[in-house]
């Protein structure tokens, strides 16, 4: 035979009651430390393989150079851009590719230049002759970066690139050209000196993210 003692706080309903309160609490905390501790190795995954992006080497002579865009500075590109163009020339200079495509859009309605336009003029008034820059000025995204010049490439009878960017930025890149059928892209990269490591890794981690579930749902 069970007793039980009735007191205020001590009925069979209520002990239950505070186990199953309990163990949910706890089921709860559970699953938040396996999303927690889940997340945290990815962002440590995303971040290796950021890490691990390095220019093609040894690099061969391809049709085109495929300098991807960052933000303007009203009409001059920002430091950071110049960096990718100052890049991208020193390639050209040394003939690894006669062509260049510059692939940015509209960074603000009241900017004169979209970031393509803001690199091709950059890049004129460094000596490169206009007919051999083709301008790509639709683009908001490295996935629009590359599948516009992607289509620039195959009008233009080009079958070849050097996807030009920053390290940071080169693991994403390759993926996404690799996704839309680049045969054989290489990476020309470039450490930069003017930006936060620390603020644009943290954001390449974010943006890779993003592009695995777009592969994954997409």
Same mark, same amino acid.
């Given at each position: ?132 820059? #083709? +301008?790509?000025? =639709?683009?908001?995204? *490295?996935?629009?970066?590359? %599948? ?6 195959? !009008? $233009? ?24 059928? #680049? +045969?054989?892209? =290489?990476?020309?990269? *470039?450490?930069?000196?003017? %930006? ?6 943290? !954001? $390449? ?14």
């Amino acid at each position: 035979m069970e007793w039980y003692v009735y007191g205020r706080d001590s009925s069979p309903i209520r002990i239950v009651s505070k186990k199953r309160k309990f163990w949910t609490k706890r089921t709860l905390l559970i699953a938040l430390s396996i999303i927690v501790i889940a997340g945290l190795l990815w962002c440590a995954y995303a971040l290796n393989n950021i890490n691990k992006a390095a220019t093609t080497d040894p690099m061969q002579k391809a049709d085109v150079g495929i300098i991807l865009g960052m933000s303007m500075w009203g009409d001059e590109p920002s430091p950071g851009l110049k960096e990718r163009l100052d890049y991208g020339l020193k390639l050209y200079q040394e003939g690894m590719f006669p062509n260049l495509i510059v692939s940015g859009g509209l960074d603000k309605p009241d900017l004169q230049y979209t970031e393509a336009q803001g690199m091709r003029n950059y890049l004129v008034a460094k000596g490169v002759p206009d007919r051999s820059i #083709y +301008v790509e000025n =639709e683009a908001t995204s *490295t996935y629009e970066n590359l %599948l516009y010049s992607k289509e620039i490439m195959a !009008r $233009e009878g080009l079958s070849s690139a050097i996807i030009i960017t920053h390290t940071y930025h080169g693991w994403r890149s390759h993926e996404i050209a690799d996704e839309l059928g #680049y +045969v054989n892209p =290489e990476l020309g990269l *470039t450490e930069s000196t003017v %930006l936060s490591m620390t603020r644009h890794k943290t !954001r $390449e981690i974010l943006a890779y993210t993003k592009w695995k579930l777009q592969q994954l749902f997409l």
